[in-house]
């Protein structure tokens, strides 16, 4: 089985390398996040039915057990994050990534066996704790697989796969059978954990196995390289030198003894709280109310359902999501985090602003709200979402990656729950205008800490970043200087 998976043609063939295997994997690798958004997005089409007369269950739904059913995920995740943090670092992260997929799939079958409200609330316990496995080891092996070129890009694809989750499921719901679609969302995690038994462990695992003949192969496979190739010889020193000075466990005592680290380690948190606290999973949560608003203005003619809704709003996500995927590896990671930060801070206000002018009676257009709302999850989909997690695999060693990437999703998940459950009291308590004008400050906030706190990690090694962190970069910029001047 290796020798056909690890065959790249002869080895006296000239070989210029390619990144298709790379790109390929990662996109097998994100397959248990897009089941993950086709979860998440599972109930927005079916709620009338569940809750209708014709009901699949034995009963209609109540709202109450809808909202069980749209939070017991993030209950159940950040749970999760921690036993696959560990399992990663202690059984490889192939082996914790295929026991992902299935307590997925067993998500989806006990749908298919019943739809009795306790049954569908357990059923999503399961698919959310692995979706919290998903989202700590799928950065760690897209990280691990991806060269330095393509890594931004690659790592972009966890949040592409999610909004493609989610377009997927709005479409299917709205054109198939309720027992239809639950068959073609199980067959998902069944393909990934099926096709995923034949493909390898990443590189930097294998050699922290002492397996260096098995890295050898696999780098040669990824990078479209014969396995004695210098520049498969390079990576094999550069890996054997990361993993003599460090082997990977879940140690947050470790992590927080190194204090460069708990600097870094405090960047890739507030980034990660950022991304959830900018407001665009309450502003999809609140969407139907917009639309259902904007309709009531006489001048503008607009007539969606729900779930149409929906599908153009996963639609902008798609599209955000791709367009990350173009320059994440050209803009920066820096860069393009502050533009879409401040697009969607700007499209936060101008809702806040709608809402007021609403509530004391001045006409504004109904289109505005809508603009508004697209242009956010369009900016959210394009930085906010995806570059986090890019940033915080690459600010780590190989020793320390696997317990940050736990401890940062294991608080951002229970975050995401937290805010899904206080938004409707907060609005109630100080207004939808205000509620936004919060998220936009958040956002606008996030700006000026990317400029003065957060280094750029694109194409840059540990050393770099870290110097950038505690300031000896600067330092050394301005000794320059002033040796120059001198010198003039």
């Not at 390929?24 to 993950?36: D, E, H, T, W």
């Not at 919290?132 to 393509?150: H, M, Q, R, T, W």
């Not at 697209?374 to 930085?383: E, P, R």
Request: net charge neutral.
């Amino acid at each position: 089985m290796a020798n056909k998976i690890y065959n790249v043609g002869s080895e006296n063939e000239e070989k210029y390398g390619s990144k298709h295997f790379q790109v390929l994997m990662a996109i097998i690798v994100c397959l248990p996040v897009f089941s993950y958004g086709t979860a998440m997005g599972w109930i927005s089409p079916h709620k009338a039915l569940l809750m209708g007369e014709d009901t699949p269950s034995n009963a209609p739904v109540t709202e109450t057990e809808v909202s069980w059913m749209a939070s017991i995920m993030f209950i159940f995740a950040p749970i999760a994050v921690f036993i696959y943090g560990i399992a990663a670092d202690k059984f490889g992260r192939k082996n914790a990534l295929l026991c992902c997929s299935i307590p997925i799939a067993v998500g989806w079958m006990i749908k298919l066996i019943s739809a009795h409200p306790i049954a569908l609330i357990g059923a999503r316990a399961f698919i959310g704790f692995g979706a919290g496995g998903a989202f700590v080891v799928c950065p760690l092996y897209v990280k691990e697989i991806s060269e330095d070129s393509i890594r931004g890009m690659t790592g972009t694809f966890v949040v592409f796969s999610q909004t493609a989750g989610n377009l997927l499921v709005f479409i299917l719901g709205d054109f198939l059978p309720f027992n239809t679609v639950l068959w073609i969302l199980l067959a998902i995690p069944v393909v990934h954990f099926c096709v995923f038994l034949k493909l390898p462990e990443t590189p930097s695992y294998l050699i922290k196995c002492g397996k260096n003949e098995e890295t050898r192969k696999v780098i040669g496979w990824l990078r479209s390289l014969p396995k004695d190739h210098k520049l498969v010889n390079e990576e094999i020193d550069r890996l054997i030198v990361e993993q003599t000075t460090c082997e990977p466990k879940f140690s947050p005592k470790l992590l927080f003894s190194d204090k460069t680290a708990v600097k870094a380690f405090w960047v890739a948190l507030i980034v990660n709280l950022t991304r959830e606290f900018c407001g665009c999973i309450a502003i999809l949560v609140y969407a139907s109310h917009i639309f259902t608003a904007a309709r009531k203005d006489p001048n503008i003619s607009i007539s969606l359902s729900p779930n149409k809704q929906s599908i153009m709003l996963a639609a902008v996500q798609i599209v955000g999501s791709f367009l990350a995927c173009q320059l994440v590896d050209r803009a920066g990671r820096k860069p393009l985090l502050a533009v879409t930060s401040v697009v969607a801070g700007f499209s936060m206000a101008l809702l806040g602003v709608w809402f007021y002018l609403q509530g004391i009676g001045v006409f504004m257009p109904g289109w505005v709200p809508i603009a508004a709302l697209c242009i956010c999850i369009f900016a959210d989909a394009s930085g906010l979402q995806p570059l986090p997690f890019v940033i915080m695999t690459e600010m780590f060693s190989f020793q320390l990656r696997g317990t940050v990437a736990t401890l940062v999703m294991a608080i951002s998940l229970a975050t995401d729950f937290a805010l899904l459950r206080l938004f409707a009291p907060l609005t109630e308590l100080i207004g939808y205008h205000f509620t936004f004008w919060m998220f936009s400050l958040i956002c606008l906030s996030n700006v000026f800490y990317l400029i003065f706190c957060v280094p750029e990690t694109k194409m840059r090694s540990l050393e770099d970043i870290y110097a950038d962190l505690e300031g000896k970069n600067k330092r050394k910029k301005k000794s320059d200087e002033v040796v120059e001047t001198n010198h003039v």
